[in-house]
C-alpha cells in the first residue's frame, strides 16, 4: 500500500530565515505530487504540483519554490520567511496511471513564523 | 477558473442528527471527491463518484454526483461524535486533469 509522510510535524521559525519542507511517498512510481497551504479555518490553496522529476508548475507567485530531486520526493523551499507564510502545509500524491485524480494527503506541517 | 460553492459553511447539530452538505458549480466537472479533514490532519478520501447520476456510500455516508455534472452531495446518517470534522468537497474539470478544484468546507460540530 501507499505511504505519504511529511516532516517536521511542526515548525517554527523567524521572519527571514529558510524554509525546508519535505514529503516522501512510499509504495508507487511516477506519482502526481502537490503542495497545499491551509491558513486556519480556511480551504486549500494549491501552491505547486509536480507530474515528473524536475518538472514543477507554480500556481501562485510568492517567495516559495518546489523542487522533485526523486521521483517520490517533493520539497518546499523558502530563502527568506514573511510572517504570512504561517499555515498549515499538506502534501498530497495522485496516480499518474488514472485519469481521475483522485488525491491523498500526508499529515501536514504546521508552520509558524514568528 | 472553476470554482465550487460549498454550502453550509458550518453546521452544529445533535448527535444522531442526519447531515446533509452540497457544492454546486457554474462549471461542468467529470469527477466529485468528498474529504473530511480532522483537526491537525491531512484531508482523507471518503467517497469518489466518476459518473453523472452515481450514488455511492461509504457506511453512514452517502454521496450523489448530480445528473448536470454541476453539483453534489453529501448525507451522513445518524451522526456521532467522531463525525467532528470539516469537509471538503472536490471536482476535476476534465479526465485526465491534473489539479482539483476544491469547495471552502463545511466544519461540523455535534452537541453530545
Known amino acids: 500500500s501507499q505511504t505519504i509522510h511529511q516532516w517536521p510535524a511542526t515548525l517554527v521559525q523567524p521572519v527571514g530565515s529558510p524554509l525546508s519542507l519535505e514529503c516522501t511517498v512510499e509504495?508507487?512510481?511516477?506519482?502526481?505530487l502537490y503542495w497545499y497551504r491551509q491558513a486556519a479555518g480556511r480551504g486549500l490553496q494549491l501552491l505547486f504540483y509536480s507530474v515528473g522529476i524536475g518538472q514543477i508548475s507554480s500556481e501562485v507567485p510568492q517567495n516559495l519554490s518546489a523542487s522533485r530531486p526523486q521521483d517520490r520526493q517533493f520539497i518546499l523551499s523558502s530563502k527568506k520567511l514573511l510572517l504570512s507564510d504561517s499555515g498549515f502545509y499538506l502534501c498530497?500524491?495522485?496516480?499518474?496511471?488514472?485519469?481521475?485524480?483522485?488525491?491523498?494527503f500526508g499529515p501536514g506541517t504546521r508552520l509558524t513564523v514568528l | 477558473g472553476q470554482q465550487l460553492n460549498q454550502s453550509p459553511q458550518s453546521m452544529f447539530i445533535q448527535e444522531g442528527e442526519d447531515v446533509s452538505m452540497n457544492c454546486t458549480s457554474s462549471?461542468?466537472?467529470?469527477?466529485w471527491l468528498w474529504y473530511k479533514q480532522e483537526p491537525g490532519e491531512g484531508p482523507v478520501l471518503l467517497i469518489a463518484?466518476?459518473?453523472?447520476?452515481e450514488l455511492t456510500s461509504n457506511g453512514r455516508l452517502t454521496a450523489q454526483f448530480g445528473i448536470t455534472r454541476k453539483d453534489s452531495f453529501l448525507n451522513i446518517s445518524a451522526s456521532i461524535p467522531s463525525d467532528v470534522g470539516i469537509y471538503f468537497c472536490?471536482?476535476?474539470?476534465?479526465?485526465?486533469?491534473?489539479?482539483?478544484?476544491f469547495g471552502q468546507g463545511t466544519r461540523l460540530t455535534i452537541n453530545p
Open positions: 462549471s461542468i466537472f467529470n469527477t
Open positions: 498530497a500524491w495522485s496516480p499518474t496511471s488514472r485519469v481521475y485524480n483522485e488525491q491523498f
Open positions: 509504495g508507487t512510481s511516477n506519482p502526481n
Open positions: 463518484l466518476y459518473k453523472a447520476g
Open positions: 472536490a471536482g476535476q474539470g476534465r479526465l485526465g486533469a491534473q489539479k482539483l478544484v
